[in-house]
């Protein structure tokens, strides 16, 4: 279930994202509608959404000035954030790119496949960066595990070491190492 956060101030506008997004056969969405982006960010505080759907003009505060706050309030976690307005700036366009918005779509050229191709894009982007995190995260593990093993030569802080650090790697609470001994003998013989 995908989360998506409707931060726009007209109730008919909302619902036509919701009526967008329902008629969506490849993802379903779990849906928070609000009219100010201070009541979104305050959401966010206890709920981070995957997907943002922000228009541009809130009573409270600009798209723009939305973006660095979230920015600063969930510095941790990215999310990917849709653009839209009534008016299409380009101005506005690259300013909201380089404020971290991933689209930008005009209102009144909205339909339905460009809305549920952008909130698409943004969901793929969002799984895409999850799993380069994960690779990063595991990458560090392993190093680390290697360090940990080249730092000592003795094999039973070897075997503890890596039991140690490949639960953790691998986030169970049981691992098993086997330690095989061939027979020098056995082995010059084949």
Same mark, same amino acid.
């Given at each position: 279930?995908?989360?998506? &956060?409707?931060?726009? =101030?007209?109730?008919?506008?909302?619902?036509?994202?919701?009526?967008?997004? /329902?008629?969506?056969?490849?993802y379903?969405y779990?849906? %928070?509608? &609000? /009219?100010? +982006?201070n009541?979104?960010? @305050?959401?966010?505080?206890?709920?981070?959404?995957?997907?943002? $759907? $922000?228009? %541009?003009?809130?009573? =409270?505060?600009d798209?723009? /000035? &939305?973006?660095?706050?979230?920015?600063? !309030?969930?510095?941790?976690?990215?999310?990917?954030?849709?653009?839209?307005? +009534?008016?299409?700036?380009?101005?506005?366009?690259? !300013?909201?790119?380089?404020?971290? *918005?991933? =689209?930008?779509?005009?209102k009144g050229?909205?339909?339905?496949?460009n #809305?549920?191709?952008?909130?698409?894009? *943004?969901?793929?982007?969002?799984?895409?960066m999850r799993?380069?995190?994960? @690779?990063? /995260?595991?990458?560090?593990?392993?190093? *680390?595990?290697?360090?940990?093993?080249?730092q000592? #030569?003795?094999l039973? =802080?070897?075997?503890?070491?890596s039991? !140690?650090?490949?639960?953790?790697? $691998?986030?169970?609470?049981?691992?098993? $190492? %086997?330690? &095989?001994?061939?027979?020098?003998?056995?082995?010059?013989?084949s």
């Amino acid at each position: 279930m995908t989360t998506v &956060f409707f931060v726009e =101030d007209s109730a008919e506008d909302r619902a036509l994202y919701r009526r967008f997004l /329902e008629r969506d056969d490849r993802y379903t969405y779990d849906i %928070y509608e &609000f /009219e100010s +982006g201070n009541q979104s960010l @305050q959401a966010c505080q206890t709920k981070i959404p995957d997907v943002i $759907l $922000l228009d %541009y003009r809130l009573p =409270d505060l600009d798209g723009l /000035e &939305f973006l660095t706050r979230l920015q600063r !309030q969930t510095s941790n976690s990215r999310i990917s954030v849709i653009m839209l307005t +009534g008016q299409g700036d380009e101005t506005i366009a690259v !300013q909201a790119i380089k404020s971290g *918005a991933q =689209d930008y779509l005009v209102k009144g050229k909205l339909t339905s496949d460009n #809305l549920r191709r952008a909130v698409h894009g *943004a969901i793929e982007q969002m799984q895409l960066m999850r799993q380069l995190k994960q @690779q990063q /995260e595991q990458q560090k593990l392993v190093g *680390a595990i290697a360090l940990n093993i080249r730092q000592s #030569l003795k094999l039973q =802080d070897i075997l503890a070491t890596s039991v !140690q650090q490949v639960r953790q790697l $691998l986030h169970t609470d049981r691992v098993l $190492l %086997y330690q &095989f001994t061939l027979n020098p003998l056995a082995w010059a013989l084949s």
